[in-house]
């Protein structure tokens, strides 16, 4: 499979739980980015990787969450602390820049119970 | 004031009819735009970029209008398969990166 791989499907976790998410983008894709989707909603960034630098953050993305792309190839997205309001669907993309779009992964749907 | 606005939908048509889909962003510095389809409980997929001339592909149209800073998606002849959520997308390029999704319009293509 040579799309945008994310794990795990689904998360139920109870609240005050950490929990962290992968994304394995399409392998010649420099950049990745993380998305939530609530329902009824688009996607919200939350942040973006060009290669292992993370060059941009949302202010959405509060000080208990944290992204890494140690290497420039996957990408983990951690929430510590969970709270009710973070269920949400977390989607991750992949570009290889220009205007092209994204790739989009499954998503992973999270519930904090 | 929302940056990326959106037709709130539903639309409910018949198969075969025309529909079109209206999208206004806020930001002149926006500078490249798309639309993504979304299936029930699916991720986004991207359907079309969108151009100032305009682009066709097959049965979808979809136009931009930079001066009343509008885009539009038509779709010609619709199957029941069109039934999906259809998001606007806008890029910024403002020295930082910020793509903007619209919340999405809801079609429901019935025989």
């Known amino acids: 499979d040579t799309g945008v791989s994310q794990d795990p499907r689904h998360k139920i976790t109870k609240r005050g739980q950490n929990v962290t998410f992968r994304c394995d983008p399409i392998?010649?894709?420099?950049?990745l980015y993380w998305y939530r989707q609530t329902l009824g909603q688009g996607p919200e960034f939350l942040t973006y990787?060009?290669?292992?630098?993370?060059?941009?953050k949302s202010r959405l993305l509060s000080d208990r969450f944290s992204a890494e792309r140690p290497k420039g190839s996957f990408s983990t997205l951690e929430i510590q602390r969970t709270e009710q309001g973070d269920s949400a669907m977390y989607l991750c993309?992949?570009?290889?820049?220009?205007?092209?779009?994204?790739?989009f992964g499954s998503g992973t749907r999270l519930t904090v119970v | 004031r929302k940056e990326v606005e959106q037709d709130p939908g539903p639309f409910n048509v018949p198969e075969g009819a025309t529909v079109a889909f209206n999208c206004t962003y806020s930001n002149s510095a926006s500078q490249s735009f798309f639309w993504y389809r979304q299936d029930c409980r699916k991720e986004p997929k991207l359907l079309m970029s969108v151009y100032s001339s305009g682009n066709e592909d097959g049965r979808f149209t979809a136009q931009l209008n930079r001066a009343s800073q509008y885009i539009s998606l038509l779709i010609r002849d619709s199957k029941l398969s069109d039934s999906a959520t259809y998001l606007c997308v806008v890029n910024l390029h403002t020295g930082g990166f910020k793509t903007i999704f619209g919340a999405g319009t809801r079609l429901f293509v019935k025989a």
């Open positions: 993309a992949s570009s290889g820049g220009g205007n092209y779009g994204y790739t």
């Open positions: 990787f060009q290669n292992e630098a993370q060059l941009e």
């Open positions: 392998s010649e894709h420099n950049r």
